[in-house]
């Protein structure tokens, strides 16, 4: 496994990361659960990430107690606020209030002391930019946060959220995550400008396509059983097109002259981005974890970027 420096900060974290989205706490079994976050530990993952909302708080549970038998300061933990947490008018969003009262109550699920990186899960614009960076400003000050992040913000709110912090000499934005893979490019012409500029680094995910570019789906058949498309609560027909499915089939051959899988090929071809940290994956069976690790330290040829690129933008 290799490591990255968390955009400007000194901070590590593996080219590959293990999140918890519609996985952990309800739909995946907790032993399988378990033993990924196992095998991605065993296998060099310093870098575990959930949210306040995935199930409303039981993966944050999940991973805290799966973690729970190592060291503290051996993994980078993330977690997330804004979605909705109850039934009351301030039970979600980035209100002093709500980010206040949410970072207690994930610490006491997580079971842990600190959050390493906290993010805000989407921009809130009912609430005072300056209101929520002085609450997780004062977050890092207790001790409570270490490093602050976003995901889903547009350049230009990023930008507003960094001179803001700097006017105010407040802790700044070190890191976005953004959904980001071959078949979702959106981040490459404003966020990743704006991210290098003022020393952000991404953490993307999705960078499979929610399991397109795995090579599971293929144009003419029937959606696998068990798959993510194959759930009653699973839209996915803005990705699973025929037009992807086909470039999906003609990134084959690339993988297979890189003596990769389409997997290992998508998440290299993620990494090839310096201002990309960790690609976020998930794993429902530790087995899956098993190919997509490999992906970590490989270098795609030349050739190879050249004719993923020409297939991309066919």
Not at 94 to 118: F, N, T, V, W
Not at 124 to 130: D, G, Q, R, S, V
Request: glycine letters at 8%.
């Amino acid at each position: 496994m290799q490591y990255r420096r968390l955009g400007n900060t000194g901070l590590k974290v593996s080219e590959i990361s293990l999140g918890s989205w519609l996985t952990y706490g309800g739909y995946v079994e907790e032993q399988n659960a378990v033993s990924s976050i196992d095998l991605a530990y065993e296998s060099g993952i310093n870098f575990f990430d959930t949210a306040n909302v995935y199930i409303r708080g039981e993966a944050e549970k999940v991973v805290g107690k799966a973690l729970s038998k190592y060291p503290r300061s051996s993994y980078v933990l993330a977690t997330k606020v804004f979605g909705n947490m109850g039934d009351g008018p301030n039970d979600q969003g980035l209100s002093r209030k709500h980010i206040m009262e949410q970072c207690d109550a994930s610490l006491k699920r997580l079971g842990m002391d600190y959050i390493d990186i906290y993010y805000c899960h989407r921009y809130h614009a009912e609430t005072p930019l300056h209101e929520t960076l002085r609450a997780l400003d004062d977050l890092v000050r207790q001790g409570k946060v270490l490093y602050v992040g976003v995901s889903e913000w547009t350049a230009e709110q990023i930008t507003e959220a960094v001179h803001l912090a700097d006017k105010k000499l407040l802790d700044r934005i070190v890191v976005n995550q953004p959904n980001y893979s071959m078949l979702q490019r959106y981040i490459e012409k404003e966020i990743i400008p704006v991210s290098e500029k003022h020393g952000i680094g991404q953490v993307v995910f999705s960078p499979l396509a929610q399991g397109v570019l795995t090579g599971k789906y293929k144009n003419g058949a029937n959606v696998p059983e068990g798959s993510r498309a194959a759930q009653a609560n699973t839209n996915m027909s803005h990705i699973l097109t025929e037009e992807n499915l086909d470039k999906v089939e003609q990134l084959r051959s690339v993988a297979y002259a890189e003596d990769l899988t389409l997997a290992q090929l998508a998440i290299a071809w993620i990494l090839r981005q310096p201002n990309v940290a960790s690609a976020l994956v998930g794993a429902s069976r530790p087995e899956q974890l098993q190919e997509t690790i490999k992906a970590s330290g490989v270098k795609l040829s030349s050739d190879a970027l050249e004719k993923i690129n020409e297939i991309l933008t066919n």
